[in-house]
């Protein structure tokens, strides 16, 4: 029974194949053959075109308003659309530079501000880096002094253990 199931089963792969392969195949060989056909009947062939087609309209031809990007009843409902439209140019110029000043004035405030914070940072460091070297040298200090009581006990010790040692003394 399992032969006959394995067969089975290569022969519908074999089937999956064939079909797949003209699923794929099938339309590109169609369209090959047809153009084949036609090509020998030239009854059937289609007369060279002839366009008389005008030329593409152009943008400012059809909406003439968004050339210099105006249009001219855009908020004409609106009062103060229609007040802040018909002010002059340089007026608009001018409230511009004036919105930038003002922009350029608090950047410039915010970075006095960043930066006197920054020196009273780098003061206060500053205080904190001076705090330690001097902690730095005390104990340094500290540390020599210690070091020349330790070489100056070691040769009392040195000394007392030679007295120790001539006065029959064997150590440890």
């Not at 059809?62 to 002010?87: F, H, R, T």
């Not at 009273?120 to 500053?126: F, L």
Request: charged fraction near 30%; proline fraction near 5%.
């Amino acid at each position: 029974m399992s032969r006959r199931s394995g067969a089975c089963l290569r022969c519908c792969l074999v089937i999956f194949a064939v079909v797949s392969a003209l699923a794929v195949c099938g339309p590109a060989l169609y369209w090959r053959f047809k153009k084949g056909i036609s090509l020998g009947d030239n009854k059937s062939s289609c007369p060279p075109c002839i366009c008389d087609c005008p030329p593409p309209v152009s943008l400012l031809k059809i909406a003439p308003g968004l050339a210099n990007l105006s249009v001219s009843d855009c908020g004409s409902d609106d009062p103060d659309i229609k007040e802040e439209m018909e002010k002059q140019f340089v007026d608009l110029l001018t409230e511009e530079l004036k919105l930038q000043e003002a922009v350029a004035e608090e950047h410039s405030r915010h970075m006095n501000v960043t930066l006197a914070e920054a020196k009273r940072v780098a003061t206060q460091y500053q205080k904190e880096a001076e705090k330690c070297n001097a902690a730095t040298e005390t104990c340094e200090e500290a540390r020599e002094r210690a070091e020349a009581l330790l070489l100056k006990e070691r040769k009392v010790t040195f000394a007392w253990e030679q007295r120790a040692r001539q006065l029959g003394w064997e150590g440890e």
